[in-house]
């Protein structure tokens, strides 16, 4: 289930993975893999996590095209 937040899903193309190997990286640029590992371990506590698993949806149900429009309207960081 999407978040019913609209900034939520604006701040999956702005903001930045923290740590760990993709530190740094855009949170909607990382790989699917890398997502399926979270969702296997377990999404980090808070925000980040709910970050995390909402992205993990929208990529494995084929929704990538909601990040692309967004990555092209919303200014980033």
């Given at each position: 289930m999407l978040p019913s937040d609209p900034n939520i899903l604006k701040e999956l193309v702005t903001n930045e993975m923290p740590f760990g190997k993709y530190k740094?990286?855009?949170l909607c640029d990382l790989p699917t893999y890398y997502l399926e590992w979270f969702?296997?371990?377990g999404f980090p506590e808070g925000k980040l996590g709910m970050q995390l698993s909402t992205l993990f949806?929208?990529?494995t149900n084929?929704?990538?095209e909601i990040l692309v429009n967004l990555k092209r309207i919303?200014?980033?960081k």
């Open positions: 740094g990286r855009k969702s296997a371990k949806e929208i990529k084929g929704l990538d919303v200014p980033r």
